[in-house]
T-cell receptor
Framework: SAVISQKPSRDICQRGTSLTIQCQVD?????MFWYRQQPGQSLTLIAT?????????ESGFVIDKFPISRPNLTFSTLTVSNMSPEDSSIYLC????????????FGQGTRLTVV | GDSVTQMEGPVTLSEEAFLTINCTYT??????LFWYVQYPGEGLQLLLK???ADDKGSNKGFEATYRKETTSFHLEKGSVQVSDSAVYFC?????????WGAGTKLIIKP
């Protein structure tokens, strides 16, 4: 299993500013995933972050808007840049079971409100 | 591409009622199937899973059976409690990532 600490748990931000979300895992993992969960909707994968390489972004998400860092095997950050009210959402960090069971573990999420 | 379809919510039940939340999938091969639960204000956590056809996943009184012939993985519980109120997500694992259903909000009234 994996325990994931994500912070901040919530924030209210002004439009045009940026917010960096941190994700810390209690064990080394190869891949970390960043999701967005818009109000009342399912999870949408933003990008996959591998240590030592650039993140892989899903269709509709770009690095300029959502830059990701992955400096080591236990930590990653997601920045939401130049925010607008449409970015109001829950952002979730996730890792997968290192023993190959494909179970995913999630942080508690960051609830972002852009005003 | 692969996809997951689950019944729309919210689903509102009285305590001790029988629960079914439908989930069907489209996938090549035989993916692993999952149910995740998200309690209010919390992140997602795995509820149960099944990795091959006819497997039954179970946890906390919930069950789901991997039905290859109907490509389904319906979630059931014989007697729900108020504490089961949450959002339930069906998912499958394909091409090294999870594919998610839209989620079903479950509301249990005392």
């Amino acid at each position: 299993s994996a325990v994931i600490s994500q912070k901040p748990s919530r924030d209210i931000c002004q439009r045009g500013t940026s917010l960096t979300i941190q994700c810390q895992v209690d064990s080394q993992v190869t891949m970390m995933f960043w999701y967005r969960q818009q109000p009342g909707q399912s999870l949408t994968l933003i990008a996959t972050a591998n240590q030592g390489s650039e993140a892989t972004y899903e269709s509709g998400f770009v690095i300029d808007k959502f830059p990701i860092s992955r400096p080591n095997l236990t930590f990653s950050t997601l920045t939401v840049s130049n925010m607008s009210p449409e970015d109001s959402s829950i952002y979730l960090c996730s890792v997968e079971d290192t023993q190959g069971n494909t179970e995913a573990f999630f942080g508690q999420g960051t609830r972002l409100t852009v005003v | 591409g692969d996809s997951v379809t689950q019944m729309e919510g919210p689903v509102t039940l009285s305590e001790e009622a029988f629960l079914t939340i439908n989930c069907t999938y489209t996938a090549t091969g035989y993916p692993s199937l999952f149910w995740y639960v998200q309690y209010p204000g919390e992140g997602l956590q795995l509820l149960l899973k099944a990795t091959k056809a006819d497997d039954k996943g179970s946890n906390k009184g919930f069950e789901a059976t991997y039905r290859k012939e109907t490509t389904s993985f319906h979630l059931e519980k014989g007697s729900v409690q108020v504490s089961d109120s949450a959002v339930y997500f069906c998912a499958l694992y394909s091409n090294y990532q999870l594919i998610w259903g839209a989620g079903t909000k479950l509301i249990i009234k005392p």
